[in-house]
């Protein structure tokens, strides 16, 4: 089977950096992806690492250890619309399994 | 394109009711998933398909059944309905070898009296 654990909660003021972390048991490992959800709305993909690294893309980065079985979301110069859930999953090829996500609030 | 549709957006049940929610994307794409999202629970998958006419099991999947007869429609069934299923119901699409970028549809809240 396959389990992911992250943070419940984590808090960060507006211009800030935080990091949201993501380990994972898996049977099988594609690729660690993240999403973000704001309340009331669905879920929208933010980043996919299939390989070891840091994957940038504008404010957000995520990186990826296989080795470790562990990643992170990076969220740098924080803006009041940033708070949302974040959400890690394994998987990729044909289906995705999702972690209980990290609800993150942004304070002025 | 309108991407991942759902329907209805809101649903009231009786427990032991039966009811389809309709899921239609528009992007030819393959995968096809059903989620459902309980509070601190995050997103848990319940059916899912790898193309028309192939359906397998997710983490969840007693109680719902799914098919697959077209691309473009994936709808879950609530055979007899529990409080249980009380949630938030998600469904996506993606391409194969899209990694993990899927689609999400708004979501149908239902609950079960």
């Known amino acids: ?108 | 394109n309108a991407g991942v549709t759902q329907t209805p957006k809101f649903q009231v049940l009786k427990t032991g009711q039966s009811m389809t929610l309709q899921c239609a994307q528009d992007m030819n794409h393959e995968y096809m998933s059903w989620y459902r999202q309980d509070p601190g629970m995050g997103l848990r998958l319940i059916h899912y398909s790898v193309g028309a006419g192939i359906t397998d099991q997710g983490e969840v999947p007693n109680g719902y059944n799914v098919s697959r007869s077209t691309t473009e429609d994936f709808p879950l069934r609530l055979l007899s309905a529990a409080p249980s299923q009380t949630s938030v119901y998600f469904c996506a699409s993606h391409l194969g070898g899209s990694g993990g970028e899927q689609y999400f549809g708004p979501g149908t809240r239902l609950t079960v009296t």
């Open chain 1, 1 to 108: 089977g396959q389990s992911l654990e992250q943070p419940s909660e984590v808090t960060a003021v507006e211009g800030a950096i935080v990091q949201i972390n993501c380990t994972y048991q898996t049977s099988g490992f594609y690729g660690l992806s993240w999403y973000q959800q704001h309340d009331g709305g669905a879920p929208t993909f933010l980043s996919y690492n299939a390989l070891d690294g840091l994957e940038e893309t504008g404010r957000f980065s995520s990186f990826l250890s296989r080795s470790d079985s562990y990643g992170y979301l990076l969220l740098q110069e924080l803006q009041m619309k940033d708070s949302a859930s974040y959400f890690c999953a394994v998987g990729g090829g044909d289906k995705l399994i999702f972690g209980t996500g990290t609800r993150l609030q942004v304070f002025p």
